[in-house]
DNA sequence: GCGACAG
DNA sequence: ATCTTGTCGC
């Protein structure tokens, strides 16, 4: 699949955080739609060796929720793990193997936030700006912004709000006696989009929804053998 | 200075 | 993310 050059990658911390800003204003919250999303994509990647980034893509058809197709790709990264900057450690691995994609995705869901970000530029919303098209973000943890009232039942659920008190996500309790997941938009997609359809995608008692689930399990399995 | 801090 | 087996509980 090809994709926009939008930026170099080998910069500073602070390089990385001016790019952030500016980027930011690209960023386009809209109703997904639905009738038209029939391909999502899950990515996530692994670490073989300190500094060998693995990334996998999954695509699955939402009418079975079964793979169509699957691809990887390795590179060496250089950027540190820095909170808030996970693409610029990240995104590079990503789009090497997104150039292996020969599917179309109509939505790309990634390991991480999409607009629940400090600069509101998480990885999905940043690639969403690289591959121009719908993304989502679903992280594990919560990188920015507060909530409170979640209950432990499953399908419980609460807006992620910025200090200013702006919804900038939903924490939604996918599994009973599990952490929550911390779903936002990325781009091209909005709040109310991005939780309908990823509480679609949380099949049986998984946690995490098909496309990242799945994309997890293919990174862990090339890795560990 | 202190606490928070995606993967 | 990664180092790591069995085990308690739904």
Known sequence: MKYEKLHEWNVSVEEAIKIQNQLRSKIKLMPLKEEKIRYVAGVDLSFPEPNLGYAVIVVIDLFNMSIVENVAAKEKVVFDYIPGLLA???GP???????????????????????????????????GLWINLPTIGVAKSKLYGFYKGLQQAKWSEVPL??????????????????????????????????????????????RLPEPTRLAHLLTQKIHRR
């Open 88 to 90: 610029f450690r990240e």
């Open 93 to 127: 691995v990503f789009l090497k193997a997104w150039e292996n994609l020969k599917t179309k995705p109509n939505l790309v869901v990634f390991d991480g936030h999409g607009i629940a970000h400090p600069r509101g530029l998480g990885i999905a919303s940043h690639m």
């Open 161 to 206: 709000l910025d200090p200013s008190g702006n919804q900038i996500g939903i924490v939604i309790r996918t599994k009973e006696n599990a952490d929550p997941i911390f779903v936002s938009p990325g781009h091209l997609c909005d709040l109310d989009s991005a939780s309908k359809i990823v509480k679609k995608m949380c099949l049986e008692n998984n």
